[in-house]
């Protein structure tokens, strides 16, 4: 479990035998319901990480809402946008082993996830991953109810794929972006479980020339799959 899930929980636990010594026991229900939520939303399974070559896995849990084709610094670009609900899990972990080169927040509006427009407008956070000659893009995007993102590695760290690197409280949506040559393994609708589900599978390349350097306004969509 995610160490939020104990403070939200043991809060609530506290409040609840709070009110129901000051009031009626009946009055400790709520508190005590809530105090479970939160220990299940918090919860943090494990998982299998595949080890397949050029593997890259799902930042999150969720369903796939958009797939689709953008151009990011004049290059095309494959992007895959999956919705987190308030019943999922919302561990966040690196879709592909490598260096942290870039981590760039920006604030924003907090429009529902499932909203397109909630890609370019909502805050997040923009996490830039290099690895064996690919470069990935995933963005933790804040949704109708979200007011936190965390992201724990900084610029320069080493992550493996699959690795937890945060979370994003209560509903919300992650967007992958990577090279247009992968192979797709995910349409629209699909469930997907972070670290688990292999989104696609990157090419090799021999230099990282330009993947370049993304900026929230490079974007522009292409059509959907």
Same mark, same amino acid.
């Given at each position: ?10 809060? &609530? ?10 009031? !009626? ?12 939520? &939160?220990?299940?939303? &918090? ?9 397949? $070559? ?7 849990? #969720?369903? +796939? ?7 990011? #610094? ?5 992007? +895959?946008?999956? &919705? ?11 879709? =592909? $082993? #490598? ?10 509006? /907090? ?5 397109? $427009? ?7 956070? *923009? ?12 963005? !933790? *995007? ?6 936190? =993102? ?17 979370? =994003?409280? /209560? ?31 990157? !090419? ?22």
């Amino acid at each position: 479990m995610v160490r939020d899930g104990y403070f939200y929980g043991l809060a &609530f636990v506290a409040a609840g035998v709070l009110v129901g010594w000051l009031a !009626q026991p009946a009055w400790a229900l709520l508190p005590l319901l809530l105090a479970l939520f &939160f220990l299940w939303f &918090f919860r943090d399974p494990e998982r299998a990480i595949p080890d397949n $070559a050029g593997a890259l896995v799902s930042p999150g849990d #969720g369903k +796939v809402k958009d797939v689709s084709f953008v151009t990011v #610094g004049g290059e095309k670009q494959a992007r +895959v946008s999956i &919705f987190l609900s308030v019943f999922d899990v919302h561990v966040n972990r690196s879709p =592909i $082993a #490598g260096v942290v080169r870039e981590v760039q927040y920006q604030r924003g509006k /907090f429009l529902n996830a499932m909203n397109q $427009a909630s890609a370019e407008l909502n805050e997040q956070n *923009i996490v830039r991953v290099e690895g064996d000659g690919q470069v990935v893009v995933f963005k !933790q *995007i804040a949704g109708l109810l979200a007011r936190r =993102i965390v992201f724990h590695p900084k610029v320069g760290d080493r992550l493996e794929r699959g690795q937890r690197v945060g979370l =994003i409280k /209560f509903g919300s949506r992650v967007d992958v972006l990577f090279d247009a040559s992968a192979a797709l393994r995910v349409k629209v609708g699909d469930r997907v479980r972070g670290g688990a589900s292999v989104l696609a599978y990157l !090419q090799p390349k021999a230099e990282l020339a330009g993947a370049g350097h993304y900026s929230a306004g490079d974007s522009a969509g292409e059509g959907a799959r």
